[in-house]
């Protein structure tokens, strides 16, 4: 049974969270590396949950913490990267 729902009006569709981790992988495949915000923006919902799927599958997803910088009069603060 497929869990896939389309609303009533518009086009977005909302897939299981199987198939957003086969998605995540491939991204990450082609990418090398995304952090928590860039995923949530490509529209995965819950990227550590997805990831947590992905380790128990056994794809070996390295967790990398990325500490706080200031660029240009801009603070970076600190976040969390996924690689393969």
């Given at each position: ?23 995540l992988c491939l ?58």
């Amino acid at each position: 049974m497929s869990t896939k729902t389309k609303p009533m009006f518009g086009k977005i569709t909302t897939y299981t969270q199987e198939e957003q981790a086969r998605s995540l992988c491939l991204y990450l495949l082609d990418v090398d590396s995304a952090s928590v915000c860039e995923l949530e923006i490509k529209g995965f919902k819950d990227p550590a949950g997805l990831v947590f799927i992905l380790r128990g599958w056994g794809v070996p997803i390295l967790t990398v913490h990325q500490p706080t910088k200031i660029i240009d009069n801009h603070i970076i603060y600190a976040h969390y990267r996924y690689k393969l």
